[in-house]
């Protein structure tokens, strides 16, 4: 085995890379079965109420033995089957023979039909526990192949051990996150679906992000649009108007001025009623420590708007034809499939065309799926 302490300083920094990426999880198992001298590295989450495991990634696990262990062997995995009380506390490490020991192991259908014939041993094999959440147990599990069974574990347990905290920390990090993601995720669906625009600008004033509404709004460009990722209106003066509002809210949330949200009509060229325009801060009192956080929210409010708002609204959440919009909104209308080839006047293959497209860019697989996920995202 290499130098034990330039190994784990080697290591580290992967480690921690997997704490926000969830692909570099692989490099870091492949990294620690080439230090000590694994065949296979197995990164799992077995939830012990209903028995069932997750394979976070697997090193060296070949498809079909995948598939089978999920479909069956998982379900007579030994090291898994004992009860909940006996599994291992996170933050530890063993060997897999100190939870049941390996004559035992190899007596049984799951080392003889699923382990053995990858030409592994149960051996010296590793368990390393993560952590424990509710009933989800995270650990790393390590095999050698049937040629390295009488290989000393002693030196591959310490390197485990010393890396063992800097794993925790980042599978710690990494669930944060994952439901950070997950949270932001939600809220950017919610957002969204409402039929107000929303732009968000961080503190010197340039856009940071915008809901589907407000870009629909602003690729039209009646009125309001985007230039140099800043929003503008189309007359110079209606727009220092804007800009010097704007600003005076930044320099408020900088302590640097006084200026309260307020509304503000912006004009239109097509002689539509005026957007309003609410424009506050992001945040009541803050700290800004980048100009890339969140300073000012601006909602936008269409007077005019009417149900072709909501069409365009479909067409650009799921990057849609204007054929395929009008086949989603005459689906979620109640119309049959013959209805809407007669009133296109398509034939019905095309239709089924369109359907299958419409389908693939709304993740689903079927009009009653579709319909309802249209009118969740897109109440009318």
């Known amino acids: 085995m290499q130098d034990m302490q330039q190994a784990v300083l080697n290591l580290i920094p992967l480690i921690y890379q997997a704490a926000g990426d969830d692909e570099a999880w692989r490099n870091v198992i492949t990294a620690i079965c080439q230090t000590v001298g694994a065949y296979q590295g197995l990164f799992v989450h077995h939830n012990s109420s209903i028995r069932q495991t997750n394979l976070e990634c697997c090193i060296n696990l070949e498809e079909r033995y995948a598939q089978e262990y999920d479909a069956y062997y998982q379900y007579i995995n030994p090291y898994i089957s004992i009860h909940p009380s006996l599994l291992p506390n996170p933050g530890t490490l063993g060997l897999l023979a100190d939870l049941i020991p390996d004559k035992e192991v190899e007596k049984g259908e799951f080392f003889n039909d699923h382990v053995s014939p990858q030409g592994l041993t149960v051996r010296n094999a590793i368990r390393i526990t993560l ?14 192949a049937k040629d390295k069974r009488h290989l000393d574990p002693a030196s591959r ?21 994952s439901h950070i993601d997950a949270r932001l995720d939600r809220l950017s669906r919610v957002v969204d679906t409402v039929l107000q625009g929303v732009v968000l600008l961080d503190i010197s004033g340039q856009v940071l992000e915008i809901n589907d509404a407000a870009r629909v709004m602003l690729e039209r460009a009646d009125g309001l649009h985007l230039r140099n990722h800043e929003l503008h209106t189309m007359l110079p003066g209606e727009d220092t108007a804007l800009y010097r509002l704007i600003n005076g809210i930044c320099k408020t949330i900088q302590g640097e001025a006084i200026t309260h949200g307020r509304s503000f009509p912006v004009l239109r060229p097509s002689g539509k009623r005026p957007f309003e325009l609410l424009i506050a801060p992001a945040y009541e009192q803050t700290n800004i420590n980048s100009k890339r956080d969140n300073a000012v929210v601006i909602f936008i409010h269409d007077p005019d708007a009417a149900s ?34 007669d009133a296109m006047k398509i034939s019905r293959e095309t239709l089924k065309s369109h359907l299958k497209h419409i389908f693939k860019k709304t993740n689903t697989h079927r009009q009653s799926e579709l319909i309802s996920v249209v009118m969740r995202s897109f109440p009318s």
């Open 131 to 144: 952590q424990k959440t509710g009933q989800v147990h995270s650990t790393i599990a390590l095999h050698y």
């Open 157 to 177: 347990l310490r390197f485990c051990e010393l890396i063992l905290p800097h794993l925790q920390t980042a599978l710690q990090l990494h669930t944060k996150i």
């Open 308 to 341: 072709e708002s909501r069409e365009e609204l479909i067409r650009h959440r799921y990057n849609l034809t204007v054929s395929e919009t009008k086949v989603t909104i005459m689906l979620v209308q109640g119309y049959t499939g013959k209805e809407i080839a």
